[in-house]
């Protein structure tokens, strides 16, 4: 299966706005993507989801300030996070699964993960 690779994170003042991208080695129109994010001392937790006919779902806590987008033919998602706060910050992963065929935010249903980009609000 393909490979994951984050980009676009950093350190933003509140209010702010960042774009965060997912490269994959192969085709990805095939699979369900997902963001997560995993801030210290807390569970890794679910942020948004695509499934593979552009269908977008996203946790309450970032539902409106969030969206989540694909393009099949970079092999690419994106994630533009706006009114960022404090409490947005954390390692942000990005993941891939080619059999999941329902909305999920749960860490097992998904099999390539991307090794995650680091978000910061000050």
């Known amino acids: 299966h393909v490979q994951l690779v984050e980009s676009g994170g950093g350190s933003v003042q509140a209010g702010g706005s960042l774009r965060l991208s997912c490269a994959a080695s192969?085709?990805?129109?095939?699979?369900?993507m997902g963001w997560f994010r995993q801030a210290p001392g807390k569970e890794r937790e679910g942020v948004a989801h695509i499934g593979r006919y552009d269908e977008t779902t996203y946790t309450d806590a970032v539902k409106g300030r969030f969206t989540i987008a694909r393009d099949n033919a970079k092999n690419t998602v994106y994630l533009q996070m706006n009114s960022l706060s404090p409490e947005d910050t954390a390692v942000y992963y990005c993941?891939?699964?080619?059999?999941?065929?329902?909305?999920?935010?749960?860490?097992?249903?998904?099999?390539?993960w991307g090794q995650g980009t680091q978000v910061t609000v000050s």
């Open positions: 993941a891939a699964d080619r059999w999941l065929w329902r909305v999920s935010f749960r860490k097992t249903d998904y099999g390539v």
């Open positions: 192969g085709d990805i129109a095939n699979y369900a």
